[in-house]
Nanobody, 117 residues
Framework: QVQLVESGGGLVQPGGSLRLSCAAS????????MRWYRQAPGKERELVAG????????NYAASVKGRFTISRENAKNTVYLQMNSLRPEDTAVYYC??????????WGQGTQVTVSS
């Protein structure tokens, strides 16, 4: 059974940091590009960051570039999102994603990140 389980969300003050983790089971992430998305209240889900299978190449939304870092440990079947210099507009539910070759996706259940003083 395929599962993606996110953790590490919470409440943080503006300027603070959080590290999200996405633990996969039921498949090996080494065969997949992995991505983080987020969805704020009343807004559409947006792509935040992606990392290639080897981890050598990454891409980021313009709004998080320079502040967020996506990484992966294939041996641990885990993907990470290091978030620094957090802003109130980063408040959202963050989802781990594995895009499939047939156009489908595997999704985690999400973890809430709230940036507020």
């Amino acid at each position: 059974q395929v599962q993606l389980v996110e953790s590490g969300g919470g409440l943080v003050q503006p300027g603070g940091s959080l590290r999200l983790s996405c633990a996969a089971s039921g498949f090996s992430i080494s065969y997949y590009v992995m991505r983080w998305y987020r969805q704020a209240p009343g807004k559409e889900r947006e792509l935040v960051a992606g990392v290639t299978r080897t981890g050598r190449s990454t891409n980021y939304a313009a709004s998080v570039k320079g502040r967020f870092t996506i990484s992966r440990e294939n041996a641990k079947n885990t993907v990470y999102l290091q978030m620094n210099s957090l802003r109130p507009e980063d408040t959202a539910v963050y989802y781990c994603n594995a895009p499939l070759a047939d156009g489908g996706d595997w999704w985690g259940q999400g973890t809430q990140v709230t940036v507020s003083s």
